[in-house]
């Protein structure tokens, strides 16, 4: 099916058939085929497809069950979901990528459970340092750890940011 | 003459609105829009309100129809609502139920 420039929808579509959409769009699409955004097309729903190619204009998110291209022309704002997702050189987009394919506990480096549960203790402690210079800088008198050198706050800060 | 096909297989809740003439096949349920005109056809099935210039209907209607230009029941049409145009034409085999109005 193929929806005209001249032809605005408003609603929720349903098909088994591919979807070609030139016009524009506001609402849900729940395709069991294909979806086509063609250049000048305006989509702004939700989309779930077999595959969506995007070459317009989609503000919305996308799952496709197998495949998402967006082409040099697309706009895209929203959250890409399917196995695999192209974009294109030239291509605008603003949102999320999943490819649900990275076991993210595999992937992960391996950390006790306990160490995974609590805060990491050496972050804790280059906080404590900080906090510590913080309040040297605030109260000096009170103090009577000697200042830390300004080398050594620069590495604790490059320590800290490796760690985040 | 360009017009959108709203597809056998399509289900769409909502408004549907265009330009150029729309030819419904699949369901749709809401409002239907055309500055040229609509065409309901043989299998298609409507629970609309349909504003265009000129209507066609050969499928199942339920909702009312107002044109500027006419209204078309076709035979094997089945069609519950109100028909408002200046020119209506009832076909031999439709099935209508309400009321018309040709005062325009």
């Known amino acids: 099916m193929i929806l005209h420039p001249s032809t605005t929808v408003t ?7 591919d979807l070609q959409i030139d016009g524009r769009v506001n609402g849900i699409l729940t395709l069991k085929q294909d979806l086509i955004v063609s250049k000048d097309a305006i989509v702004q729903a939700h989309v779930q497809a077999q595959n969506v190619f995007v070459s317009g204009v989609v503000v919305g998110d996308i799952n496709a069950q197998e ?4 082409a040099p022309q697309a706009r895209v704002v929203g959250n890409l979901r399917a196995p695999q997702v192209i974009i294109s050189e030239g291509a605008q987009f603003k949102g999320q990528v999943d490819m649900g394919n990275l076991d993210e506990s595999k992937d ?9 549960l609590s805060p990491n203790p050496s972050l804790a402690g280059i906080e404590d340092m900080l906090a510590t210079d913080s309040d040297t800088r605030l109260h000096p008198s009170e103090n009577q750890l000697p200042p830390i050198s300004t080398a050594f706050k620069t590495i604790i800060h490059g320590v800290k940011r490796r760690l985040i | ?6 597809g056998k297989s399509f289900i769409i809740d909502g ?3 265009s330009s150029d ?3 419904i096949e699949g369901t749709v349920k809401g409002t239907i829009q055309s500055d040229e ?7 298609a099935i409507v629970e609309a309100q349909i504003n265009s210039p000129e209507v066609e209907i050969s499928g199942r209607l339920i909702g009312n129809v107002l044109a500027t230009a006419k209204v078309e029941l076709k035979e094997n049409s089945h069609v519950v609502g109100n028909l408002k145009a200046p020119s209506i034409l009832i076909a031999d085999g439709a099935s209508f139920k309400g009321n018309v109005d040709m005062d325009c």
């Open chain 1, 11 to 17: 609603g929720h579509i349903q098909g088994d058939a």
């Open chain 1, 67 to 70: 495949k998402i291209e967006l």
């Open chain 1, 108 to 116: 992960a480096l391996p950390v006790s459970p306990k160490l995974a």
């Open chain 2, 1 to 6: 003459m360009p017009k959108t096909i709203i």
């Open chain 2, 15 to 17: 408004e549907v609105s």
């Open chain 2, 21 to 23: 003439q729309l030819v």
């Open chain 2, 37 to 43: 005109s609509v065409v309901v056809d043989s299998g």
